[in-house]
């Protein structure tokens, strides 16, 4: 059974940094999509950042590139996002979520298609005060 837990989130000024984690256990896809997701009350869900098992390909929502870093360790079993420059508005739930499908080349769908994700983890609050 798969399971993911967030944890790392927080509440910081305008400019600071936070690093969330996602402990994966009973996770063993690679060559497939993990990702970051936030939700922010009112709006939907959007993927901010994906990296493809195996291979560490990364991709980012313009809203995040240049201050948000996704990386996994492999040996640990878990995924990071390090977040910097944080702005109030990244204030959000973030989940991790992970996919079991193999990585099939569309950089679009590993970063955006959020039905597309098997497993969610509860979520951790991230809120940025200015």
């Known amino acids: 059974q798969v399971q993911l837990v967030e944890s790392g989130g927080g509440s910081v000024q305008a400019g600071g940094s936070l690093r969330l984690s996602c402990a994966a256990s009973?996770?063993?896809?690679?060559?497939?999509?993990m990702g970051w997701f936030r939700q922010a009350p009112g709006k939907q869900r959007e993927g901010i950042a994906a990296?493809?098992?195996?291979?560490?390909?990364?991709y980012y929502a313009d809203s995040v590139k240049g201050r948000f870093t996704i990386s996994q360790d492999n040996a640990k079993n878990t995924l990071y996002l390090q977040m910097n420059n944080l702005k109030p508005e990244d204030t959000a739930m973030y989940y991790c979520?992970?996919?079991?499908?193999?990585?099939?080349?569309?950089?679009?769908?590993?970063?955006?298609?959020?039905?597309?994700?098997?497993?969610w983890g509860q979520g951790t609050q991230v809120t940025v005060s200015s």
């Open positions: 979520a992970a996919e079991t499908l193999q990585y099939g080349g569309s950089w679009y769908r590993c970063l955006f298609a959020t039905d597309e994700y098997d497993y």
């Open positions: 990296i493809v098992t195996g291979r560490g390909s990364t």
């Open positions: 009973g996770y063993t896809a690679s060559s497939s999509c």
